[in-house]
């Protein structure tokens, strides 16, 4: 609506997809307050970070926006009361060190082919465990222990790969235009 009636403006988001994650936890509990970290759990009062990063790439007179926000703080433990005292949507932790959602940011940013494997690889044998690769690839295969598990097409910046536990090395490679990009767990 208010580019219709100002299509000569220019619009910049403020305050924009805040996404639950707790750094270092990919299996999300609500009851204890613990967010896995895929970029999939937002606020309800907001749309989703997908939702808003199709919206800002799709839209030319749309700048970009404030994803809020850059850090975990006191304050705003929202939808949670007492004893919550901590925002769970920051894109780092309260001591900087980065979720796994900040590099879906980059993925969405970067102009550089880029590939952010998750999570660890450290479960028990025969586990199902949910992979993911962040990338602005085209489209990404996963290696376990130098055997492909399959390519998958990226979609919002994501691949899945549901993989039981094995031992070993785990690694994507992210392929875009003839180039690739390489990351292992």
Request: aromatic content about 14%; some cysteine; glycine content about 8%.
């Amino acid at each position: 609506a208010t580019h219709q009636r100002l299509p000569h403006k220019v619009m910049l988001g403020t305050e924009n997809c805040p996404t639950y994650a707790t750094r270092g936890v990919h299996k999300s509990d609500e009851s204890q307050q613990v967010f896995a970290q895929y970029g999939e759990q937002w606020g309800n009062f907001s749309e989703s970070l997908d939702e808003t990063m199709e919206t800002i790439f799709s839209k030319p007179y749309v700048a970009g926006c404030f994803a809020w926000c850059g850090f975990d703080h006191r304050g705003e433990p929202t939808p949670y009361g007492w004893p919550s005292v901590i925002s769970h949507w920051g894109f780092h932790d309260e001591c900087g060190f980065a979720k796994e959602t900040a590099y879906l940011l980059k993925a969405w940013y970067k102009e550089e082919l880029c590939v952010h494997l998750l999570p660890h690889w450290n479960w028990a044998e025969g586990e199902i465990v949910r992979v993911c690769a962040f990338t602005n690839g085209e489209r990404a295969e996963l290696f376990l222990n130098g055997k492909s598990l399959g390519v998958e097409t990226v979609s919002l910046k994501k691949a899945f790969w549901e993989v039981p536990f094995a031992p070993g090395k785990l690694t994507v490679v992210a392929y875009r235009d003839g180039e690739k990009a390489e990351e292992s767990v």
